[in-house]
């Protein structure tokens, strides 16, 4: 229903006249005075700026012709009446802009009539029906979604704010605004008060709002939060995530300070970054205009605009985000978020000329200062490719609680997690990998399971899958012990804990290498798991070293699966496929994949095939006769079908203390369908042996179908770069200097 | 190794004098001198030609650089010697191309070279030493291969020709090219005198060689088969092929009659005809240079021209195939044979301008006065787009053996096969179908089991699997019957029926529509089944209906399944998920569907919705509560992993003997993994019934979300298009005139 024009004359004339009162005037936030001038002038000439804006109108005209909706609350996520108000408020934030800069009254009549009919309801709300969440919002069933709302709308409320009568405005912050503030804050300091990416939006919707109407105390709650707030210890979130850790800084900076490595990785992991950047960054740039004297994007040495650069190079070859810990593969530097993240950091990070091409493949910009920048920039040809190089990314406060690598070469990219527990969406998976090509996963990281905002799926929420399968050690790329997780599986213990970086090293184009300890994963355990990526002419293309070496106090049984997509072409080794399938196992994840076969080694070193994408793989792994191959599926024991029945291939080593897994993975040749030519089909290894294991060493041989020998020693207990080493293995004599030697 | 150049001044004086002799002179074949003469003019002007031949000189060049092998034959296909002999046909017609353009004596050089070591070798050699062909060649393991090889060294034997000395000539042509001939004639007749694609490549061989050196003993054979053949009635090759049917006309006048319906489409499918188009087409080309007086295009009412227009009509929106019977997904237009064909088709065909976007995204030519047209005629800009209707394509010699009809409207193509076997290729799946959106599977054919020219994969040749899975009608959206297949599994008695077409219509844009019937799968059953693609107003997209008429003399278990490809979302029903998975059957194909879970229908329709590439689809389906919903995967019994593990919802109803099937399968919404938007994620249908089902007639209602109500009325037994209805159903008249109503 639209609602009729309002006559709104002597309106505009009260609020011309608050302008003086307040000294800096609106817009301040996003928008300012100079740069809506400065647009107004561009206008026309600057084409991503130009298509951003008339798509911007295109898509507020149709929903001014469609009328304002503000229904009761009642939905989950998916639902009607969530998915109104989240159009809502993007909606008010867009015609608040496209009011500026067209200067077209129908835009500040659908904000304020669309605000006047929240303040009109807002006040007669309960809390949300919805009983799903810790904190329960008003207007949605999360005090999170009730925050995004408030971050949107008070952009809008700024643009225009001296549009608006006086009369309108004291209605608008006395019904709606300020009680909206106080109740995503005082009245839920469990989800205020806390250092997580919901709480960071808390903060800086009312962090927002207080910039708006300069309002010294909710801008003070929203930098360093709450001062009194009666949380008992050990409160836990729906998540199962705690809510404070005692002597937490809190707020703003404190949300900027902890999650945020000195390199700029969040802990949560890339896919919650990119949720949380626009809030950080969006009130850093808010900041900026209106309190330039906080110099907000110096903080920590500039962690913010680290952390987009950080952010860019947690993607694949199309831009996808590695979907460490909770993440939903897809998402992408596509997103509105990293737009105007990649904006933000261009205008304010000294106008990198490569994230200019990042702007262009999203042929988007947004309509302020920052994007006309972006689109300037863009149009005068200054682009230069971002490339994107192997990275090593401390996690922790202060860079020392572990990492994220990323190893890249010729179209091959290696993501190797050795962090932190990543707060309440982290997984257990110590030491775990992930293995690209040209943007396609062959090695898959599962990602998170849940299909958001997908209503049939779960309400769109996390699935119970999330717990029982997609966190659970055996659920990714790395080492279960005994059929446990890491940490048993408890956040309370993984929390305490974060792997250790051994050493990284990508100086050498030709071997790159990343190598990281895990002693508190399983107690009495400790595992040393060493990547190197090895571009080497005798082989087509870079490959993979895959070394970890395991020391323990008692014997165990390790399985070290991996999850490979496509399908199998063949394999050095005899199984079984049984004519009937069981879960691998009754809980911690096991109940969950199905055993499809299982073989035993044939060969002192077993060789396993696939193809994905046309291209054809091969892991090769040292073995011992006592080895078990498991072929497996996920997908048992999945009654709603909310799992993707993918394959993993499993090393099961039973009953020893110490061992070493030493493998080799390849990606080699190509199909093609339309020519039905298969080229380079097979590894290029015809063995590969460990030549060397002690407390000092680990030493591996490869020798080639060319009958080239290949050696890689890894010093297991010196890092140092400078150590000169000098060993003998049989009759031969290894000198080399640093951590590693490869040749 | 790279042979020395030999002086051969004396030998091109000698080859220039045949020119008189032989009255046309060579090249005549493909290449003419007419045609030579006019390539060199335009060399340089026409981007796509010069581009072709660039790309083929340095493919060339670079094996001209790597030297000659020509090994002794030992290998199945994927093996090294295979690999290598059929490289080396393949690079002797584009040298001798080459030479003929280029007028460098290096191509020519090559070519006799080449071809005096084949010259050398051919003789010494017996049958090829795998076994595992009911025809083994010499230089390959089975005929097909040698024949390929012929059609190819042929060409450039032609190109040479005059070049060569006689002596050289003499010793190819006794030593080589008519004793391999022979071979693959006389030698094979079971191979030889078959209607089949293989045969069709052993007759044009033969035929190619004829036309080159004047032979009209051999020509004759090519053309119409060897007059003695002492076959046995009743012999089979090793896929389980008929040899021969009593009173079949043989010889490339036969293959081009019997496989190729009026409406040019070829009885074994497009995958089989996309590699049988080639020698067709090369050998009519040959024929119109060398014989025109033949008129061989003009055969069978210009059904070679047909049969590249059905071709392209019988791939999806990228081009590729559908797999229909043996059919290796992936397979395009983009292949060299059907870059040929669009050549041919072009340049004999009328100049058809939409052939030209073909050509231009083949963006290659034939290097012949056929591709230096299509080139021209792309520089001229002379292109339109190639419109794919919805299209109906009889099967059989005379068109009356039913056929493959494609039902298209924006975006979903519906494939619908109700043909004959389709030869030793065929699949027991009489009335299946499959569906696509925007070039992607969304109810998929399976297609063949077999990865072509993987040798890792049973040597790149059918897998069992093939037999026991891909062929058995349980694998394909088509109705199975007490769990057995059509006409038992047995090609004896599915090659003596066929389907019957019951009627077409795309007349109306918003209703299109085809029906076929099939009495003789198991004989005491009739099926009617009836797919239309219904565009309306009410719908977001067009949507299929389903309507499967079945009456039996007996009670039955009718299976009827759809392998949608992608996660379900939700169902209406409830199921129970298996904790341990077996077999659904022994045998059949059912022994490789593990039966995931069992579910009931808890209303008087199922709805059953999934999602694929961020698309979202509804089946939804009449039920009574006794039947059975299963949800099964492809995957048991495959102790090579062999298949692909891929999902299926089957339908059982046990214990009747007439039933009807209807069902609407909606493509609906989109998901957005970046702006995680899920839009329209449900179906637009609040309910579908039966309102009628009687000998006459079958009606159902489809009721929509928003209350709106569809009726559509198929006439059982009046196919006629005159025909004027009127019946009554509950309290309401139906009036229309035609077989069927849709309102």
Redesign the interface.
């Known amino acids: 229903m639209f609602l009729a024009i309002v006559s709104c004359k002597d309106k505009v004339n009260t609020s011309r006249a608050n302008e003086v009162v307040s000294g800096q005037g609106h817009p301040k936030l996003i928008l300012t005075k100079q740069g809506v001038l400065d647009i107004k002038k561009a206008l026309g000439t600057v084409p991503i700026f130009d298509a951003s804006l008339s798509a911007t109108k295109a898509e507020v005209d149709a929903e001014i012709e469609e009328g304002i909706d503000v229904p009761v609350p009642k939905d989950l996520s998916?639902g009607y009446t969530h998915e109104r108000h989240k159009r809502n408020f993007l909606m008010l934030q867009k015609a608040g802009v496209l009011f500026q800069i067209l200067d077209n009254d129908k835009y500040a009549i659908y904000v304020r009539d669309m605000l006047m009919a929240y303040a009109k309801l807002y006040p007669t709300l309960p809390v949300h029906p919805q009983t799903r969440s810790y904190a329960r919002g008003k207007l949605f069933w999360q005090c999170l979604n009730d925050s995004n709302w408030l971050v949107y709308t008070a952009q809008a409320y700024d643009c225009v704010y001296e549009w608006l009568s006086e009369k309108d405005r004291n209605i608008l912050e006395n019904d709606l605004f300020i009680p909206f503030a106080k109740f995503i804050s005082e009245g839920n300091p469990q989800f205020f008060n806390r250092v997580h990416n919901h709480s960071t939006w808390g903060n800086v919707a009312v962090g927002m709002l207080a910039l708006v109407i300069d309002n010294d105390e909710l801008l003070e709650n929203a930098l360093i939060g709450l001062k009194v707030d009666n949380l008992k210890a050990g409160m836990k979130d729906n998540d199962g995530g705690l809510i404070q850790v005692e002597g937490q800084k809190l707020g703003f900076y404190g949300n900027l300070d902890e999650p945020f490595s000195p390199d700029g990785y969040y802990n949560e992991g890339p896919y919650y970054q990119r949720y949380a950047m626009y809030p950080f960054l969006i009130f850093a740039q808010a900041l900026q205009n209106v309190k330039p004297e906080l110099k907000v994007l110096e903080y920590k040495d500039g962690v913010l605009l680290k952390a987009v650069n950080a952010l860019i190079n947690l993607t694949d070859a199309n831009g996808n985000f590695f979907p460490l810990n909770d993440g939903?593969?897809?998402?992408?530097y596509?997103?509105?978020a990293l737009v105007s993240a990649v904006d933000i950091a261009y205008y304010y990070g000294g106008k990198n000329p490569e994230l200019l091409s990042i702007a262009k493949k999203q042929n988007k910009v947004v309509l302020d200062d920052t994007g006309l920048s972006v689109a300037m920039g863009v149009k005068a040809g200054l682009e230069l490719p971002f490339q994107k190089k192997s990275i090593n990314l401390s996690d922790g406060k202060n860079g020392d609680e572990g990492g994220v690598g990323v190893l890249r070469s010729h179209g091959l990219e290696l993501v190797y997690k050795y962090a932190s527990q990543g707060s309440s969406h982290g997984h257990y998976d110590k030491l775990s990998f992930s293995l690209y090509e040209n943007g396609n996963e062959v090695i898959q990281d599962y990602g998170l399971s849940r299909?958001?905002?997908?209503?049939?799926?779960g309400g769109?929420n996390y699935l119970k899958e999330n717990k029982t399968w997609a966190k659970q050690t055996i659920a990714h790329n790395t080492l279960s012990v005994n059929g446990q997780n890491h940490f048993k599986g408890k956040f309370e213990i993984g929390s305490k804990h974060h792997s250790e970086l051994y050493f990284y090293n990508d100086e050498q184009p030709n071997v790159q290498i990343i190598s990281a300890t895990e002693d508190n994963a399983y107690p009495g355990t400790k595992m040393l798991r060493t990547f190197a990526l090895v571009k080497d002419g005798d082989f087509e293309k870079p490959f993979v070293i895959d070394l970890l070496k395991v020391k323990s106090l008692t014997k165990n049984q390790y399985d070290l699966p991996y999850y490979y997509l496509g399908?199998?072409?063949?394999t050095n080794f005899e199984y079984?496929?049984f004519?009937?399938?069981?879960?691998l196992g009754k809980n911690n994840g096991y109940q969950h994949l199905?055993n499809?076969?299982l073989g035993k080694p044939t060969e002192d070193y077993t060789v396993f095939?696939w193809?994905n994408n046309n291209l054809f793989y091969t892991l090769t792994t040292t073995s011992s006769k006592a080895d078990q191959l498991i072929?497996a599926?996920i997908?048992?024991?999945?009654?709603e079908?909310n799992l993707?029945?993918d394959?993993s291939f499993i090393l099961r080593r039973k009953d020893v203390k110490n061992t070493t897994f030493a493998s080799v993975i390849e990606s080699h040749g190509s199909?093609s369908?339309?020519?039905?030519?298969?080229l380079n089909?097979?590894s290029h290894l015809s063995s590969l042996k460990i030549i060397l294991d002690n407390e000092d060493y680990t030493a591996i041989e490869l020798i080639t179908k060319s009958n080239k020998s290949k050696v890689f020693i890894l010093s297991n207990k010196d890092n140092s770069k400078d150590k000169n080493h000098n060993i003998k293995i049989g009759d031969k004599n290894y000198n080399w200097i640093g951590a590693y030697y490869y040749r």
């Open positions: 998916g939903q593969k897809g998402m992408s596509y997103t509105d299909f958001v905002n997908i209503e049939q799926k769109g399908h199998i072409m063949k079984n496929s004519s009937q399938l069981k879960p199905w499809e076969a095939s193809k072929l599926r997908g048992a024991n999945d009654p079908y993707r029945k394959p199909y369908p339309v020519s039905e030519l298969a089909a097979y």
